[in-house]
C-alpha cells in the first residue's frame, strides 16, 4: 500500500485548501482512509476517514460542518475539503489507511495505532 497526500499550503483564516491523497498499491474495497493531522508539539490527532466501499465517512468534532471527505474509486483517491480554517488547524496532515475486514477496525475507530499505512503528510498553516 502506497499513499501519496498533496495539496497543503498556506492560507488566511476562513480560507479554504482541499487536500488529495493518492492511494495506490493494493485493493481497497474493505480499507477505511483516513486523515490526521499532527501540529507542532502535539500529538497526533484522527480528523475524518470514508470506507471505500459505501462512502461511510466519519469526522472529529473538530472539524464537523467545516471538512468534508470524499473518495474517487476511478482514480483511487481520497480527497479532504477544509472550509472556514482557522489557525488551529495547522499541522501536518497525513493520510492513513487501515484494513476492516479480519480486523477490529469499523467506522469510528479513530486510533492511530489501528492504521497501517501512511502517507508522508503534508503541511497546512493558517494565518490569522
Known amino acids: 500500500v502506497q499513499l501519496s497526500e498533496s495539496g497543503g499550503g498556506m492560507v488566511q483564516a476562513g480560507g479554504s485548501l482541499r487536500l488529495s491523497c493518492a492511494a495506490s498499491?493494493?485493493?481497497?474495497?474493505?480499507?477505511?482512509i483516513g486523515w490526521f493531522r499532527q501540529a507542532p508539539g502535539k500529538e497526533r490527532e484522527f480528523v475524518a476517514h470514508?470506507?471505500?466501499?459505501?462512502?461511510?465517512?466519519f469526522y472529529a468534532d473538530s472539524v464537523k460542518g467545516r471538512f468534508t471527505i470524499a473518495r474517487d474509486t476511478a482514480e483511487s483517491m481520497v480527497y479532504l475539503q477544509m472550509n472556514s480554517l482557522r489557525p488551529e488547524d495547522t499541522a501536518v496532515y497525513y493520510c492513513?489507511?487501515?484494513?476492516?475486514?479480519?480486523?477490529?477496525?469499523?467506522?469510528?475507530?479513530?486510533?492511530?495505532?489501528?492504521?497501517?499505512?501512511w502517507g508522508q503528510g503534508t503541511q497546512v498553516t493558517v494565518s490569522s
Open positions: 492513513a489507511a487501515a484494513r476492516m475486514s479480519g480486523s477490529r477496525v469499523r467506522i469510528g475507530t479513530t486510533s492511530e495505532y489501528e492504521y497501517g499505512h
Open positions: 470514508i470506507a471505500w466501499s459505501g462512502a461511510t465517512t
Open positions: 498499491g493494493h485493493t481497497f474495497d474493505t480499507y477505511i
